[in-house]
């Protein structure tokens, strides 16, 4: 039978005793789990008829250790990110680096991208593109058309694109490079042996392999895009990592780095609205260089990438400012065995 003198031991002893170590979260699911925490702290919009609950202004200590606490009860297990709350009235725009980071944050919790090296992806989008006639004058946008393609996941394989109003167009194949040292010699494989992918060249197998790093991909982004062509080498980095956004499927985690790095390039606004190709409403993060704008747009709930425009910044010989040079809406990714096969269980875009 215990006694009060041992009961009051065994507490002292206890209490010398280190604290129990708590397993640490895997990084992606950390990232999921802050995304749902900035969330809760933005506070619910109370529903019609229920009772509103006041809230209070919590310390710095206590919400850390309400963070401890929803950190030992999470499930492993993948789930969609909740969607983002509207702003509040009076509370300030959010600026483009807070629109990047949720969208990181929701591309994390984004299904995996599992495509083996022999397989394809599929990509299917909505695009448009002003043509000008011979004879000038202002640029105009058609209607926008369907357009699905098939990307070799390694590049060995050659590919397909399919655009509504036009023949099917092989892709090309990554082929191993030849030289020949002199007439009449045997053919050898020259160094290097075949095209090298790269951020403006990607296959899926080396979209899947980008650091994860935010601060590392911009700077391999900025390097690989140094001779791609003149003028704001900002610019080249944040085309470039849109065209990844709107023709690969990468990795959750690569998706999230390709947001912080895009959050990292300086230039960028906010639009409170904007349309994609296929007319969804979204916030976009936007860029200005030499007379054209270039607009990333997010589902204003869920964060995720819709598509992207392109409008002057400038009236020219192409139109007034404003004028619509492009746009494009992403409908569905996938992963088939076969160019031309329709993948099951698509992963589709909101509101697609």
């Known amino acids: ?44 919009r109370p529903l019609r008829g229920r009772r509103r609950v006041p809230r209070f202004a919590l310390p710095a200590v206590a ?25 509040r009235a009076g509370a300030a725009a959010p600026g483009a680096d807070q629109i990047l980071t949720r969208a990181a944050l929701a591309a ?76 009449g010699a045997t053919p050898r494989l020259a160094e290097g042996g075949a095209p090298t992918a790269s951020v403006t060249d990607p296959t899926h197998t080396y979209v ?18 140094r001779t791609t062509g003149g003028g ?3 610019q080249r980095a944040f085309t470039a990592i849109g065209t990844l956004l709107s023709e690969t499927w990468a990795p959750p985690e690569v998706t999230a780095a390709l947001y912080g790095a895009a959050a990292r390039i300086p230039g960028t606004t906010v639009l409170p609205s904007a349309r994609d190709a296929a007319g969804r409403e979204g916030v976009a993060v936007a860029r200005t260089a030499r007379g054209e704008q270039t607009q990333w747009i997010f ?11 392109t409008v002057l910044a400038r009236t020219t010989d192409a ?25 099951l269980g698509a992963s589709a875009a909101p509101g697609a």
Not at 209 to 222: A, M
Not at 299 to 309: C, M
């Open 319 to 343: 139109g007034p400012a404003g004028t619509v040079l492009g746009s494009s809406a992403v409908l569905a990714r996938g992963v088939t065995n076969r160019p031309g096969e329709h993948p």
């Open 1 to 44: 039978m215990n006694t009060p003198a041992d009961d009051a031991l065994r507490a002292e002893l206890a209490g010398l005793l280190p604290p129990p170590e708590v397993p640490d979260l895997p990084p992606l699911r950390h990232q999921v789990l802050k995304h749902r925490i900035l969330n809760a702290a933005e506070g619910p």
């Open 299 to 309: 589902d204003r709930k869920t964060s995720a990438f819709l598509g992207q425009r």
């Open 63 to 87: 919400c850390t250790v309400a963070v401890t606490a929803v950190a030992l009860t999470v499930v492993v297990g993948e789930s969609p990110a909740p969607p983002a709350p509207a702003p």
């Open 108 to 183: 994390a919790a984004s299904p995996r991208a599992e495509a083996r090296p022999e397989q394809f992806v599929y990509i299917e989008s909505l695009v448009a593109y002003a043509a000008r006639s011979a004879a000038g004058g202002p640029a105009t946008l058609p209607p926008a058309h369907r357009r699905q393609v098939w990307l070799s996941a390694d590049g060995s394989r050659e590919g397909l694109l399919r655009e509504q109003g036009a023949p099917d167009s092989p892709l090309g194949v990554r082929a191993p490079v030849y030289t020949l040292d002199h007439r």
């Open 232 to 234: 704001d080498p900002d």
């Open 208 to 225: 899947a392999s980008l650091p994860t790093d935010p601060e590392t991909l911009l700077s391999l982004v900025y390097a690989q895009t």
